[in-house]
């Protein structure tokens, strides 16, 4: 018997906003349903040329009672990443706010527009700790 990862699935509030965000970590969309019976659209997105690491993106057309405004719950989606100093100053430079910044050139956490907390790792060795980050302090949850 076998099992195979499909996907994580994360209710948004404002598609256009989550979309734009993982294309900023370099998610790409990959498929997309809209569902006029249900009024929901589901938009599955992935890394370039990996089809086995979707993030469902799931959008209620009539909005999402009881959509909790801390996700923490949740845990967290995780990420490789070559330079995490490199991501986390676009992330920054296109008003992410970095929660956990890579102090130790290994590890970052942001947050998506829907409150869902994001890992950021460094692929392979550590960065040597280098400014601003490593005296840059947490903001928020991560």
Not at 73 to 93: K, N, S, W
Request: hydrophobic share 35%.
């Amino acid at each position: 018997m076998g099992i195979t990862y499909l996907h994580t699935m994360v209710r948004v509030a404002d598609l256009d906003k989550s979309i734009a965000f993982y294309k900023l970590l370099g998610l790409e969309e990959t498929r997309r349903t809209d569902n006029e019976a249900g009024r929901f659209t589901l938009v599955f997105m992935s890394p370039p040329g990996q089809d086995n690491a979707h993030v469902e993106l799931t959008y209620n057309w009539d909005g999402d009672e009881g959509l909790p405004s801390d996700s923490r719950h949740f845990g967290h989606l995780a990420y490789r990443v070559d330079d995490i100093y490199e991501m986390c100053q676009h992330l920054m430079d296109n008003g992410v706010v970095i929660n956990r910044p890579p102090r130790d050139g290994h590890m970052a956490f942001v947050r998506s527009p829907d409150n869902i907390s994001v890992e950021l790792l460094q692929l392979g060795d550590d960065l040597e700790p280098a400014e601003p980050w490593k005296s840059m302090a947490n903001t928020g949850h991560w």
